[in-house]
């Protein structure tokens, strides 16, 4: 059987007064579509906060790794609010944590900015805000943040998606203007459940199949079905360029493009593998409507209501 899948025109679909250019989940048969948005945005004359070659390989492969970005000293301190977080029995009643499918152990804790100090600042912090200022050529607020816990022995997967996709369907993001960052707390090792990449894959956008049922959010955050690529398109991605397991030590920054294909296995191992995840969208890009015949995402999913420029000026 032949999993390639040729390449489709985007088409436009009226959504309200708006022109969705990306649609997806509206009865269309899933395809791959060219990319309408820059990748980076900032002009050539604009000098980068980072090396030049980790711009040009986030532009290219959707993706660029840095490390020691952060101290032993600083990630000792994340780590500390990390377990403090993760046994705050007050916090653990809200609806900004999600749990694993199949137990009671934490599996991500939203809107980690606003539920803690430490970690507001460190979204805030220059050497990440200012970085997402560069790329997205314009004023940044955070779309959304969470700490992402994956237990050993039993921390389950996150199947392949594109985040904007999600954010474009079920919150409203009109372009690609967001990125995301992921700041390793723990070893993120090749065997432990690390985020896994498809370089490339954020020149197409993935229309999936499917419409968005009620609610989907409460079922997505656990285990996510509606949204995701078929396997055609999938396996086409994966054969242009592979898959990059981004095996990263604790201090390590995975910026991804908002589009970016990506997703995690399993951790059977003895080894927890926890992250910070921030994403970072344009001041002009701010979400509306969903593009999809659904209520809006809650504010600890998607940040709608209490969007605040980043200023950053900000040492963790």
Known sequence: ?????????ITETSVETRTDVYPSRM??????TERQDPVVYAP??????IAQADIDSYREQGFVILDDVFSVEEISALQQELTRLRHDPQLKQSDDVITEPSSNDIRSIFRV????????ALSADKRLADIA????????YIHQSRLNYKPGFRGKEFYWHSDFETWHTEDGMPRMRALSMSITLTENLDCNGPLMLIPGSHKHYVVCEGETPDNHYLASLKKQEYGVPSDACLATLAKQNGIVSAVSKPGSVIIFDCNTIHGSNGNITPFPRSNAFFVYNALSNQVGAPYCDQSPRPEYICTREQIRPIEPDVDL
């Not at 009865?27 to 791959?32: E, F, N, R, S, V």
């Not at 050539?44 to 906060?49: D, H, I, M, Q, R």
């Open 44 to 49: 050539e004359s604009l000098a980068p906060p």
């Open 1 to 9: 059987m032949n999993n390639d899948v040729d390449l489709a025109p």
């Open 27 to 32: 009865g269309q048969k899933a395809q791959l």
């Open 113 to 120: 900015h606003a539920n803690s100090a430490v970690f507001q």
């Open 133 to 140: 200022r560069y790329i997205l050529h314009d004023e940044v």
